[in-house]
T-cell receptor
């Protein structure tokens, strides 16, 4: 049972344009969501997070949107840069004693072309 | 700089032997750390929750006698893969957070190859 899903295995974007990565979840207990960037043979690097009490969080070029009713979140990268090319994972955590215990999506490979 | 560090980054061991991977929180104390595994082209899967001073809790399907976890201090958790088999070859990653609501940091990961 895949509780966090990233339905797009890959995304290709031109430099300077917007990259939109999507993620859906099924578990209503999730209340904290994170996006990580990952290169092969390296640990994930934290990008941005959002709590379920918010519907938007912005940090520089990265913005995460959360639609709780649709159980959907998205990561927007504007403007996209070639250095953004990597695998992006969304992850979700429930609160309380389960905080920190993450369920990951399958990942989306983002390629930004110069 | 890294706030969660793993060692070793790469390890090759023979079938039947045991190998230990360390996970350290560098800038904070962590009563709880988490161990994940990632097979090639797959997502990260939670293996177990490491609890300082008490037994680890394992996810369904993860053999606790095979993957021994010790969290002896507030900054160190170790994962020991016992009697390693080639199918245990994978990328093992740990994570920790300073506290509830804080950023969850991951280590650099450890590549295990069992030959």
């Amino acid at each position: 049972d895949q509780q966090v899903k990233q339905n797009s295995p890959s995304l290709s974007v031109q430099e300077g344009r917007i990259s939109i990565l999507n993620c859906d979840y099924t578990n209503s207990m999730f209340d904290y969501f994170l996006w990580y960037k990952k290169y092969p043979a390296e640990g994930p690097t934290f990008l941005i997070s959002i709590s379920s009490i918010k519907d938007k969080n912005e940090d520089g070029r990265f913005t995460v949107f959360l639609n709780k009713s649709a159980k959907h979140l998205s990561l927007h990268i504007v403007p996209s840069q070639p250095g953004d090319s990597a695998v992006y994972f969304c992850a979700a955590s429930a609160g309380g004693t389960s905080y920190g215990k993450l369920t990951f999506g399958q990942g989306t490979i983002l390629t930004v072309h110069p | 700089g890294a706030v969660v560090s793993q060692h070793p980054s790469w390890v090759i061991c023979k079938s039947g032997t045991s190998v230990k991977i360390e996970c350290r929180s560098l800038d904070f104390q962590a009563t709880t750390m988490f161990w994940y595994r990632q097979f090639p082209k797959q997502s990260l899967m939670l293996m177990a929750t490491s609890n300082e001073g008490s037994k680890a809790t394992y996810e369904q399907g993860v053999e606790k006698d095979k993957f021994l976890i010790n969290h002896a201090s507030l900054t160190l958790s170790t994962l020991t893969v016992t009697s390693a088999h080639p199918e245990d070859s994978s990328f093992y990653i740990c994570s920790a957070s300073p506290g509830a609501g804080d950023t969850i940091y991951f280590g650099e990961g450890s590549w295990l190859t069992v030959v």
